[in-house]
């Protein structure tokens, strides 16, 4: 076998392959051989066909079996020998393929590139520096209250925060739209989930009362036939309800874990919470920070077959998120919503693979534990989590991956200008949210949330 490889561009190679003809023939006919003694044909019995016949009849699709076969074959054997690391399948097309002359083939293919690695010396890093103040606790049981809160219905005209059933039906001119009309629809006035405008103009209605709306449809609107439109709604109100915020008392704490129903326990767990969920926010947006810098620092091509993986995997997420089924078809989700951060995912990836690399960075058994133990955590049974991650080798090489990624970040982070910011507690939250936010890095978990 004689092999040449021609670099076409940084991750791309053009492997060129010769066969010798009498390894090649003598494959075809062994398989013509061995044909010969299974296939029937009437006027002759199995296995006392004459081999002209058998050539005459099957020889050409033989030879294209033995020749593809031979190919996969001898590219492994390839790009093994010259040290190649594909980066997904090779487009394999033969060249030369005859009876008598040496077979010929050319392997196009992607290999992962090779990366010198620039540091993010000078980058500078942002650091949120917040605390969880009483306030913030006393914030959140409200916010708590209100996710729990009733509906009681009134007999006075609607205020801003109250709840309206209604039905309506919307028209451009005098033609109703499509997706325009419901019926029994409950809405929160102020909670700007409808058109600007529209839950406005209900604020003084009460139940009974039928009403015009006049709104104009967003220039952004994802309906593209009804943006910037001029809309009416006919209205009907049938009940106006108020919110009933439950009291903070013991049968309101055991909702959320706390079996004594203890308001201090209460207060003492919403803090850890909060405190876990700001050291996540803080780590997450100093990371992406990094990150980022990383990239600037290294902008090296990506492979195209990674990106398609990476894309792929983003459509079943996206369509997991929004509950379209494990028989969704996501090829139907267009591949361009997803392409730039499939490449940017794969980019970092690559990225901190060399990072880890350069730095022969690992994770040992104890540290696997101990991530998951911190996981675990915001559950109500951390050590059943424990337990699942650490019997599940997917789930456990997963927490391996976050912490090996965790170690490259620090190593880069040293490398940074870091600048600690004081902020408060939705402060710090919303900057994470601003930077990008924390994508997933943990994989599946049990569903067992704490509030």
Aim: charged share 30%; net charge negative; glycine share 6%.
């Amino acid at each position: 076998m004689q092999v040449s490889v021609e670099t076409t561009s940084p991750i791309e190679r053009r492997v060129t392959v010769q066969i010798p003809a009498d390894e090649v023939d003598q494959a075809v006919s062994e398989r013509l051989k061995d044909t010969a003694q299974r296939v029937r044909l009437n006027g002759f019995r199995q296995g006392r066909v004459p081999m002209a016949v058998v050539k005459q009849r099957y020889g050409r699709d033989v030879r294209n079996e033995v020749v593809g076969e031979m190919m996969r074959q001898h590219y492994v054997r390839a790009i093994t020998e010259q040290s190649l690391n594909p980066a997904g399948y090779p487009s394999i097309e033969p060249t030369v393929d005859e009876t008598g002359k040496d077979l010929e083939f050319i392997a196009t293919l992607e290999v992962y590139p090779e990366i010198a690695l620039n540091g993010i010396e000078g980058a500078e890093v942002e650091r949120p520096v917040a605390e969880v103040t009483d306030a913030d606790i006393d914030q959140m049981i409200e916010t708590l209250r209100k996710q729990n809160a009733s509906w009681e219905a009134v007999d006075r005209e609607a205020a801003e925060g109250d709840q309206v059933k209604i039905d309506f039906q919307g028209f451009i001119g005098d033609e109703p739209f499509e997706g325009g009309e419901a019926e029994g629809h409950e809405l929160v006035l102020g909670s700007d989930s409808f058109i600007p405008g529209f839950e406005d103009q209900l604020v003084g209605t009460k139940a009974g009362d039928e009403t015009e709306i006049r709104v104009t449809f967003p220039e952004d609107y994802q309906a593209e036939h009804l943006a910037g439109q001029e809309a009416t709604f006919k209205v009907k109100v049938h009940q106006v309800s108020e919110q009933q915020l439950p009291e903070v008392d013991a049968a309101f704490v055991e909702r959320f874990g706390v079996e004594n129903g203890d308001l201090e326990q209460f207060r003492a767990e919403v803090r850890k919470n909060m405190e876990r969920e700001i050291k996540q926010a803080v780590d997450n947006r100093v990371k992406q920070q990094v990150l980022e810098a990383l990239q600037r620092a290294n902008d090296i091509p990506v492979p195209a077959s990674l990106i398609e993986q990476e894309t792929d995997a983003l459509k079943r997420q996206a369509a997991q998120q929004f509950g379209l089924g494990d028989d969704f078809d996501v090829s139907q989700l267009p591949n361009e919503l997803f392409a730039d951060q499939a490449k940017s995912r794969v980019q970092v990836g690559l990225l901190l693979g060399k990072v880890i690399e350069d730095h022969e960075l690992d994770a040992s058994d104890d540290e696997i534990k101990t991530k998951v133990e911190e996981l675990a955590q915001q559950y109500q049974q951390p050590e059943q989590v424990v337990e699942y991650y650490l019997k599940d080798e997917q789930m456990k090489n997963q927490v391996k991956s976050a912490v090996l990624e965790e170690k490259a970040v620090d190593k880069l982070l040293g490398q940074a200008q870091v600048k600690d910011v004081e902020m408060s507690y939705e402060q710090a939250l919303q900057a994470a949210q601003q930077q990008g936010g924390a994508e997933d890095e943990d994989g599946e978990e049990p569903a067992d949330d704490k509030a």
